[in-house]
């Protein structure tokens, strides 16, 4: 018997510790092979390069692959100012133009102040093999302020990071149904562009282009929407989704911090797809290309939008599928009744999770312990107390989240509930049950009173009397 109670105690704990550790052990996992990969070596990775001449390029071409095989993609074009146009247009990186005696390079600043010195460096040596001075030509240079070129990326984070937790703090808005969200993402992503546009123009880190404030209303929209589409069909596991994509997937490939053409082909990939990389691109073809290469990035903020709005409306449809069965077996509602949605929130970000719920022995907080955030008394109709009732919470879903006893002054307390409606079942020998049913609010402590009556001899205890909630 000993032994069993040690291996029960043992799996318990195993448990614990795996609830208690897995998010932190996969955040440490994902930064990990995300960060240290992608950004540790940055060097060329098919960089793409405009070469004026073919018989040129095809020289340049040589010498690039053989110094850095797979680093760069050289393409010929008719002239000098096919090849610096192909650098505004973001056809490429970089253009490379040879006259007998000297060597031009046009490169983009905006691009990032680290690509620029690659590119600079790499192709010093091609010109000196050819017996060329090289001069540098910047195309593109950003803001006095921003000499890095990385400023934008500081600037993409804002809009997008707390996009996420924007998602985190609308999902325990339980009042609030799916186009209270859809209009409450898109107020705060209206007001997230506009004062961080104006800020940054204050300061001087980025250019005057006020088209630039629909990109960032974008990239806030689209990470916002997406993470509340993601969450009711990730549940428990919605920290772990969406930190992965929108922070550890996200920063280490979005061509800030290393511009993307010097990430590894993997995270190129990846830069593609991420609403963060996509924001960045969109912001730099805005404020630094006249709009060039914009269209492309703003489809894929799009695509993420429309992704996460499409999992609301599935979301909504199956939970009017799983409300509209109990309602046939009842009878339906009355004709002309219209019935709105308030949905429960899944589990969030832990840092916002509430404690598990729990029992409390009743006034504990009078000496510091936990508050409850429900608490109430039983009495009989003679206003008695009644000790010993059995006091039952069971959440929206039918889930049973807590169990507690009345104690002598026949009163209860319990703590750790999560939002959303409740329902307070008690029952005592020789009563009849009751059931309170409350909407519990962040920061507000519900009450729920119970007057029992009594039951005649002999009959079964039925739920038939709903009492109405205090709060």
Not at 260 to 277: E, I, K, N
Request: proline share 7%.
């Amino acid at each position: 018997m000993a032994e069993r109670a040690e291996r029960s105690k043992g799996r318990s704990v195993a448990m614990t510790l795996a609830e208690t550790l897995w998010f932190p052990v996969c955040l440490f996992l994902g930064m990990l092979f995300f960060f240290a990969p992608a950004l540790h070596a940055p060097q060329p990775h098919h960089v793409k390069v405009a070469v004026a001449d073919s018989a040129v390029a095809e020289r340049v071409d040589g010498v690039l692959g053989a110094g850095l095989p797979g680093g760069f993609d050289v393409t010929a074009v008719a002239d000098r100012q096919a090849a610096r146009q192909s650098v505004l247009d973001r056809d490429t990186v970089a253009g490379f133009v040879e006259d007998p005696r000297h060597a031009v390079l046009y490169v983009a600043k905006a691009n990032g102040a680290s690509l620029e010195q690659t590119l600079t460096k790499v192709f010093t040596q091609v010109a000196a093999k050819g017996h060329r001075h090289l001069t540098v030509t910047d195309v593109a240079p950003t803001e006095k302020k921003d000499e890095l070129g990385t400023t934008l990326l500081y600037f993409s984070l804002a809009w997008s990071i707390p996009a996420y937790v924007l998602a985190t703090t609308l999902l325990r808005a339980v009042t609030f149904n799916r186009r209270k969200k859809l209009l409450a993402v898109a107020g705060v992503a209206a007001g997230y562009s506009v004062i961080g546009f104006y800020a940054g123009v204050g300061l001087g880190y980025i250019p005057d282009k006020p088209a630039a404030m629909a990109v960032s209303f974008l990239l806030t929209a689209a990470v916002a929407t997406a993470a509340l589409g993601l969450a009711p069909f990730v549940r428990q596991y919605f920290p772990a989704v969406a930190m992965g994509l929108f922070i550890v997937m996200s920063i280490p490939t979005s061509g800030g911090a290393v511009p993307a053409p010097m990430l590894p082909t993997f995270f190129q990939d990846v830069h593609r797809v991420m609403p963060l990389a996509n924001g960045l691109d969109a912001l730099r073809g805005v404020f630094y290309f006249d709009g060039a290469g914009v269209l492309e990035p703003v489809l894929v903020l799009g695509a993420w939008f429309a992704a996460g709005a499409a999992l609301l409306g599935l979301d909504l449809l199956l939970h009017r599928r799983r409300a509209g069965a109990p309602a046939a077996e009842a009878g339906g509602t009355d004709e002309g009744e219209e019935t709105e949605t308030v949905e429960e929130p899944p589990v969030e970000d832990p840092a916002l999770e509430t404690p598990r719920p729990a029992a409390l022995p009743v006034h504990a907080h009078h000496f510091g312990g936990p508050v409850p955030v429900l608490y109430g008394r039983v009495q009989d109709r003679e206003g008695r107390p009644v000790r010993g009732a059995a006091v039952t919470v069971i959440d929206g879903r039918g889930r049973q989240l807590v169990r507690s006893v009345t104690d002598g002054t026949g009163e209860y307390a319990v703590t750790g509930l999560p939002e959303g409606h409740l329902s307070i079942v008690v029952s005592a020998s020789g009563l009849h049950p009751m059931v309170h049913q409350t909407l519990l609010q962040t920061g507000m402590t519900a009450r729920a009173d119970f007057a029992l009556h009594g039951m005649p001899q002999g009959r079964h205890a039925r739920p038939e009397h709903v009492a109405n909630a205090q709060s």
